[in-house]
C-alpha cells in the first residue's frame, strides 16, 4: 500500500524515496509485524483462554507429561502470525505483484483450513478434527491453483519445469504436469510443518530459518543482476515475496515470544498448516522446490518417522520409533523438552546452511 502511495505522490521526500528500496520495505514489513505481536499477543491469548476454557484437547496416547503440564494452554495462535503477517504484508509490499498475492492468499486459505479444524477439536472436545481426506482435498485444490499461477506468471519454458540445485543448466520440464508437482510441494510443505508442531517453539524456529534463506533466495532470483552472477534462474519480480518473508519472520517472532517454554499459546493448525504452506509456495514460485527439502529438511524427518512408522507397524506390528512424530520418541526416552527443541533448531540451522551452500555451487 505504502509503496503504491510513493508512485502517486512522487520521490521528493526521502522517507518515500527509502520506501521504493526492496531492502528497506523488508526490513519494516519485519517490524511492523514483530511489533504488532507483541503488542496485540497478551490481549488475543487473554481472549483465547476465556473462550476456550479447557484449551487444546491433548492426545490421551501421546507422552504422559503433556496430559499434565499442557492442559489448558489455549490454541489457534496462529491467528495472530495470520493477521500481523498480512497486515504488514498489505502494507508494505507491491500491491501490484501476482507472486505476493498468490503467496499470501494460499497461505490464508490454508490458515482457514486450519482454523475450522482447531474449531471442530476444541468444539468436540477432541484432538481429532477434519477428517484427514477432507483436509487433502482442499489443500490439494488451493496448492493447483496457485501452482497454475506461477506457471503462468513465470511463463515458459521455466514455468513449467523443475530447476535442479548445483546443476545451473538443468530443468526438468514437466509441462501441465507442473501445478500437480507444485501442489505436492505445498500440501507436504504444510502438513510436514504441521507433523512437526507438537513441542514449545519446535516449529516456528525452523519455519524462521527456512523462511529467512527463502527470503535472500527470493531477492536473488528476483534481481537479474545477481542471478545471473550466481547463475540462478531469474524469477522477475519474485523478489517481492522477500517483504513476505520478512513479514513472516516478524511475526513468527513475536508468536515465539509467546510460544517460548513454558507456551502461553499454541498456534494449532491454523499456524502450522498456513505457515508450511506459504514455505512451499515460496519454493515454487522461486522455483527452489528442492532446495525446500534440504532447507526444510526437520520438516521431512519429521514426517518420514510417521511414514516409517505407520508402514512398519502396519507390516510388522511392531514400532520403528518409542512414538512417532520423531521429537516424541526422544520425549519417550527421556529427553527433556528444551533438549530436544535447541538440538532440533541446531539441526535446522545446519540444513539451512547446507541449502545456502547450493546456491554458490554451480
Known amino acids: ?45 487473554r481472549w483465547l483462554r476465556s473462550v476456550q476454557r479447557a484449551g487444546q484437547p491433548i492426545r490421551p496416547d501421546g507422552p504422559e507429561r503433556h ?23 498489505l502494507l508494505w509490499a507491491d500491491l501490484r505483484n501476482t507472486y505476493v498475492w ?12 486450519g482454523m475450522i479444524d482447531d474449531a471442530i477439536k476444541l468444539t468436540r472436545a477432541s484432538f481429532r478434527g477434519l477428517s484427514g481426506r477432507g483436509k487433502l482435498i482442499v489443500q490439494a485444490a488451493l496448492g493447483l491453483a496457485a501452482a497454475s499461477v506461477f506457471m503462468v506468471t513465470t511463463g515458459a519454458p521455466l514455468g513449467s519445469s523443475v530447476a535442479v540445485p548445483v546443476f545451473k543448466s538443468v530443468l526438468i520440464p514437466l509441462g501441465y504436469g507442473f501445478p500437480v508437482f507444485g501442489m505436492l510441494v505445498m500440501v507436504g ?43 540462478l534462474h531469474p524469477v522477475p519480480g519474485a523478489g517481492e515475496l522477500c517483504v513476505f518473508l520478512s513479514a513472516l519472520i516478524g511475526a513468527g517472532l513475536g508468536f515465539l515470544w509467546f510460544n517460548a517454554p513454558p507456551a502461553a499459546v499454541f498456534m494449532g493448525d491454523t499456524g502450522s498448516l498456513a505457515l508450511g504452506g506459504a514455505l ?80 554458490k555451487i554451480r
Open 189 to 231: 510443505s504444510s502438513n510436514a510443518v504441521n507433523l512437526t508442531d507438537g513441542l514449545d517453539g519446535l516449529a516456528i524456529v525452523p519455519t524462521i530459518i527456512a523462511a529467512g534463506v527463502f527470503a535472500l533466495i527470493s531477492y536473488l532470483v528476483g534481481n537479474h543482476v545477481f542471478a545471473e552472477y550466481l547463475q
Open 1 to 45: 500500500m505504502l509503496f503504491d502511495l510513493t508512485r502517486h505522490v512522487g520521490t521528493h521526500f526521502f522517507l518515500f524515496n527509502l520506501i521504493r528500496y526492496l531492502t528497506f520495505r523488508s526490513g519494516a514489513a519485519c517490524m511492523t509485524s514483530l511489533l504488532a505481536s507483541l503488542v496485540f499477543g497478551g490481549p488475543l491469548i
Open 102 to 113: 498468490t503467496v499470501l492468499l494460499l497461505t490464508l486459505g490454508y490458515g482457514v483450513l
Open 280 to 359: 512451499g509456495a515460496v519454493a515454487v514460485a522461486v522455483k527452489h522446490e528442492i532446495v525446500l527439502a534440504i532447507v526444510g529438511g526437520l520438516f521431512v524427518l519429521e514426517t518420514v518417522s510417521v511414514i516409517v512408522q505407520v508402514f512398519w507397524f502396519k507390516r510388522t506390528g511392531k514400532r520403528v520409533f518409542l512414538m512417532a512424530p520423531l521429537h516424541h520418541h526422544f520425549e519417550k526416552k527421556g529427553w527433556s523438552e528444551p533438549t530436544i527443541v535447541i538440538r532440533f533448531w541446531i539441526i535446522a540451522v545446519i540444513l539451512a546452511l547446507v541449502g545456502l551452500g547450493t546456491l
Open 67 to 89: 496430559l499434565l503440564e499442557k492442559k489448558g494452554t489455549p490454541t489457534m495462535g496462529g491467528v495472530l502470525i495470520l493477521t500481523t503477517l498480512t497486515a504488514s504484508t
